[in-house]
């Protein structure tokens, strides 16, 4: 089924089209704001991640610097300087200087000969059972690159025992030193281990935040140096891309490891090769970005609710004039008579003048099509007045010639002293409403007349109720039955025609009846008696009861008029049935002004003239 | 109202909820970033065979963005002293208790009480007599196997050649099923050899009959059979042992013990941690036991790469 949707209130239209408008705008703006922020904040933790990195790179330069002026200043001030044969205490005297004042960062000096022996350490402390150095990656290095020095990755130190049953995490600094022995030249290994925990405590600060973003250190081929979660690696727990990353030149990078999307910041520690990496896992961009995006959600929301009592307000500005108008419109069309709204805007301020216009234009030619109506039907019952006027004269002055030329002069002049009267009657000085009484006396005048022609070839008898008399009718209504009685009931009666005219009030109406015994009619020929006005008629003028039938209905309504009832070798009873309208000058008026009395106005009328 | 006007009073009421929602999951949100908090009770609880176990709660607490305590106690507890210290615990805010259960028989009843409070895991071993009867999610290493893996590298040690040997066990007594599992173990991988056990242990060697190897099934005693040995005290005997401290290594690098079976105990701290930290972000999620894994070290493996990650960890 193609149900029609019911159209939209102007209101409701506007407020929506406003909604749905500042939703979108504020939808928009809401994504740009968080995509603004987004990218803003990114660039801020990367940068500031960058300048940690870079802060913390020159810490740990620094630190590795300071190792390497350890290393130089043993090497160039204490090895090269004295001969271990003779002055070995010189040595370890020096050794001891320079340890003390980096204990903090150090946990041993130690040279070696190029067999692997102890030659010299600082703090003096027991070697281990055969340690075999030479099998230390940190020697095997050194010797290696012997122009070098060389930082190996964090291990435990396997050289000494100090009877505390601890192990120490170191990163050794190793070279080839040349030392003299009894006066020989000979290469030998110069150890500094540094204590681990001075790069782990540096990286420990710079991880503190646990928020997923962090930092780690590897050497140049990926070997870790320092992870905050190192056990794990190792353990396969968790997992790091560091021989990649080991890779990268100095720079931000993405990167994809393990399905998880993340900024890689590589800073390159100088000489080392080292490299200090940060990651920061985008999570960690979210996550900052959660406060930011419920501030967002919360302020689109408030704005929204702003905006909605915004365009309420508009909406009701903008509709209200027009639902005004429209009130007063629909007012008006459901009858009343209401003042067309004018206000709002110009527009429709105009509109409103424009309808008023137009209604007052309405009611003009309402009233003049009204005026028209009454003049046309008043020159309609003119006419057929006319047509009536002539019909009769012909008759009457027919009757009275045959009188005269029969020298029955008492009878004419009968005649027309009852043609005086009818005259009279007909004319009423031009009205068209008379009262009953004035009719019947017309129609008796006219009977009068007829009896004389017909030479008394029937009776009439006239049987009206007393309180009709006073009832209006449109003159000359019973004149035409009357003839159409005497012509066709009366034809071939021999003396024994019999009319009666009665009159009867009974439910506000009024029945004027013309019965006769004459011949009657079949049903055929009744039911054309109103109905075919061209008929050819067998006597008279051929003005019959479809003219006092339609003047009837002219004046008094649709629901009145003629009834012929007929019955062949019976009779014909045709019965005029008008309202009984009391009889006033103001009803006459009325009537022939074409106004129609409905049942109740005729109560009414009846009420007070009773 | 007009039902332009109802609409109006609909979508203001919509927004406002929403905005209330919002504010409400901000609150939230931000009150959720409060860590949980998981207390540890085991025994002597500073010592040093617990680092690498310490440490590996450490690096679990990092990952698992937890509030770690570990509940200071006496070297030896009872077990009235260790539940009150777990109520103890749990009056003072903790969310989830991991603990190394004493001997006692109505211990796992005790603790199924408390349970209902906070979940419960338990490290080193379970509070029931037999592993599978017990009801609590643990993590451990495989005693047994350790106990088995120990006699392995010693059968390797003598070629299989055991006969006419004597060996006496030195092991603690407040852990008897963790225990007898290594003696089983033990006992197990030597049946058959010819090799004898001449006796077995809670404390001192000292005025035991003379043996040809003392084993030594948990940290303590390892270090106390390895100080004998290296205060020749043991009759030439030679040491071998299960331990998890430096000192225990120590010994094993001055060749005071022949070989070192190490239990995982970083891993123990690191599971036990992750499963109670789990189960407290998913209420319905249970913990799951684990076996850790063990290293045997020899002597000259000790410096060895994967080794020196191990010494690390017991570091700490």
Known sequence: MNHKSKPRKIQSTIMAAFSIMSASIMLVLGIVMYLRFSVASKHDIIQSTKKLMEQTGENLEDYLVSMRQISDAVYYNVIKENDFSSQDKDIQKGMNLLYEANSRNLRSIAVYNHYGSLIAAEPVALQKEDPDVTRQDWYQKAFKEVENMHFSTPHIQNLFDDHTHRYYWVISLSRVVELTDHGIPMNGVLLVDMDYAGISRMMKKINAINNGQYYYLCDSNGQIIYHNRQIQISNGIAYENSIQTAKYKDGVYEDLFRGEKRKVIVNTISYTGWKLVGIIPYATFNQGMYDIRYFIVILILLMAMMLVVINRVISVRISSPILKLNESVTEYEAGEKPEIYIGGSQEIRYLGYSIQRSYEQIDELMHKIVLEQTERRKSELDALQSQINPHFLYNALDSITWMIEGERNDDAVVMISELAKLFRISLSKGRTIINIKDELQHAKSYMNIQKVRYKNSFSITFDVEQEVYACCTVKLVLQPILENAINYGMEGMDDCGEIKVTGTLKDGNVTLSVADNGVGMSEEEVSLVLTDSNRIHKHGSGVGLVNVNNRIQILFGKEYGLLVESEPDEGTTVSVRIPAVPYTEENRKKLEMGHVFSREEISDNKAQHL | ?316
Not at chain 2, 48 to 69: C, I, N, P, S
Not at chain 2, 82 to 110: C, M, S, W
Not at chain 2, 156 to 172: A, Q, T, V
């Open chain 2, 1 to 316: 109202m007009n039902n332009s006007g109802k609409w109006f009073h609909v979508i203001e009421a919509v927004l406002a909820v929403m905005v209330i929602l919002m504010a409400a999951a901000m609150l939230l949100e931000k009150n959720s970033k409060q860590y949980r908090k998981i207390s540890v009770v085991i025994q002597d609880a500073e010592d040093t065979q617990w680092a690498a176990f310490r440490y590996g709660l450490k690096m679990a607490a990092q990952d698992q963005k937890v509030e770690l305590v570990v509940a200071s106690t006496a070297d030896v507890l009872t077990k009235e002293e260790q539940l009150n210290t777990i109520k103890r615990e749990i009056e003072l805010g903790a969310d989830a208790v991991i603990v190394q259960p004493v001997p006692g028989d109505d211990l796992e009843q005790k603790l199924r009480h408390l349970e209902k409070k906070v979940p419960i895991m338990l490290v080193e071993y379970t509070a029931a007599k037999e592993r599978e009867k017990s009801q609590f999610p643990s993590v451990e290493p495989d005693h047994s196997a350790m106990g088995e893996a120990l006699a392995e590298e010693l059968k390797k040690d003598y070629c299989g050649n055991l006969s006419g040997k004597k060996y006496g066990i030195l092991m603690k007594a407040d852990a008897p099923h963790a225990m007898n599992s290594r003696r089983q173990g033990v006992e197990k991988a030597l049946q058959d050899t010819g090799i004898v056990c001449s006796w077995v242990v809670d404390g001192s060697v000292e005025n035991k009959p003379e043996v040809d190897i003392v084993i030594a099934l948990d940290n303590n005693s390892l270090i106390k059979a390895a100080e004998q040995a290296a205060a020749n005290n043991l009759h030439g005997a030679l040491v071998y042992g299960i331990g998890n401290s430096t000192q225990a290594a120590y010994y094993l690098d001055t060749g005071s013990v022949e070989c070192l079976v190490v239990p995982d105990e970083f891993s123990v701290g690191y599971y036990s941690l992750t499963e109670a930290a789990e189960r407290l972000r998913h209420f319905f999620r249970g913990m799951k036991s684990r076996v850790v894994a063990y290293t045997v070290i020899r002597r000259e493996e000790l410096f060895e790469e994967r080794n020196q990650e191990i010494l690390f960890t017991m570091c700490q």
